[in-house]
């Protein structure tokens, strides 16, 4: 008879590139999502500069960077005291890990990753490894942790089924070292990804057929956190919709990519639904619909903004916040180390 399936202990884990500005996007997607699970799990919120150094950056505008996006994780009401926020590089496990899982991930399962695809474009040959391998540390991210649960953006879905395969794998590939130390049936969770509410993707405000992204040049693409009221107000008037009023119900927004985008964006701003914001502007022109959206925003990132704006003037205090966390997350991985070393094999 197989050992049971342990229950693993819930633990949230979650990243964020220190790649530029954070956007509406990353907020929704991610953040939101962020502040809400601390009230319910223990949660280790990263920032991930190993993966940001998969394409070219400048070194002193990666360190401000990586400053950056620990103060918007402040700003939005994580708790660093009762949960732990670092950056990646500070624990060396995450990487050690990493080559652990690339000897159990299979070549094809990288091949189809869609994100590689779209990062590297028609120059694949120059792409860097890193970029290619970006989802075997993100695994390793997860895993070093045994973390439960993700909440991430739409986008990142691909890359958590393929946690799950390299944890399952891992397990399958050392089930005997692994019962023999007395893990059951599994060393490694298969987490699970959480990806919920009206806004999981939200989109470019030029193309409603693409990503809102850090990295696409046209600033008006995006809303960054940090744009003051008048940027925000001028982006949103200047958004793409279609001539047609909005319709009464969600049914009606299929085919309007950017009316749909719009809707999904006041909605997730309000904590509300798509259905109860085409109740109220159902049948008008986007006109009213967009000053009463630039409103909401304003009212919600501005005190973000604000925050980020007085973090950022002081780097001591996020630099003492991640060293902290850093070795707080370090003990966790460190324990979780040593024990794949003794089911691999290796002599420590
Ligand atoms: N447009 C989006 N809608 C919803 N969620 C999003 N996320 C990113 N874009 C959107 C989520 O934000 C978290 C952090 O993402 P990231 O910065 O680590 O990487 P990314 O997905 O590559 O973000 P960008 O903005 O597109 O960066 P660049 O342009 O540098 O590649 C993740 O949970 C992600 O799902």
Not at 256 to 270: Q, S, T
Not at 283 to 288: D, E, I, N
């Amino acid at each position: 008879m197989s050992a049971p399936a342990p229950a693993f202990k819930p633990l949230v884990f979650s990243g964020v590139q220190p790649t530029g500005n954070l956007h509406l996007g990353n907020y929704l997607g991610a953040l939101v999502k962020f502040v809400d699970m601390q009230k319910t799990h223990d949660c280790v919120y990263c920032v991930v500069d190993l993966h940001a150094i998969t394409v070219a950056q400048e070194p002193r505008e990666l360190t401000a960077n990586i400053r950056e996006i620990a103060a918007a994780f402040i700003a939005s009401g994580i708790d660093a005291k009762k949960h732990i926020v670092f950056n990646q590089s500070q624990v060396a496990e995450h990487a050690e890990l990493a080559w652990v899982f690339n000897c159990v991930a299979r070549l094809g399962w990288l091949n189809r990753m869609t994100q590689f695809k779209e990062k590297a474009g028609k120059d694949r040959e120059n792409a860097s490894i890193g970029l290619y391998d970006y989802p075997v540390l993100m695994a390793s991210d997860i895993l070093v942790y045994r973390a439960t649960h993700v909440p991430v953006g739409d986008d990142q879905k691909q890359h958590l089924e393929l946690t799950r395969d390299i944890a399952q794998k891992f397990n399958n590939d050392y089930a005997a070292p692994i019962a023999a130390a007395g893990h059951g049936a599994a060393f490694f969770p298969l987490p699970e990804p959480i990806i919920q509410g009206p806004a999981t993707r939200v989109m470019s405000l030029r193309d409603g057929g693409k990503k809102m992204s850090k990295s696409e040049p046209s600033d008006y693409s995006r809303i960054n956190l940090t744009d003051d009221a008048d940027a925000i107000a001028q982006k949103i008037r200047k958004a793409k919709t279609d001539p047609e009023p909005l319709p009464g119900d969600v049914e009606g927004l299929k085919g309007r990519p950017e009316a749909d985008n719009l809707v999904g964006i006041f909605a997730a701003l309000a904590g509300t639904d798509k259905a109860t914001v085409l109740r109220d502007f159902g049948g008008q022109t986007f006109s009213p619909f967009k000053t009463a959206l630039a409103d909401l925003m304003v009212t919600k990132l501005s005190p973000i903004a604000a925050e980020m704006r007085r973090l950022r003037a002081d780097p001591a205090f996020i630099d003492g916040v991640l060293r902290d966390g850093s070795d707080r997350a370090r003990a966790i991985a460190a324990a979780n180390m040593k024990a794949v070393k003794d089911i691999v094999g290796f002599v420590r």
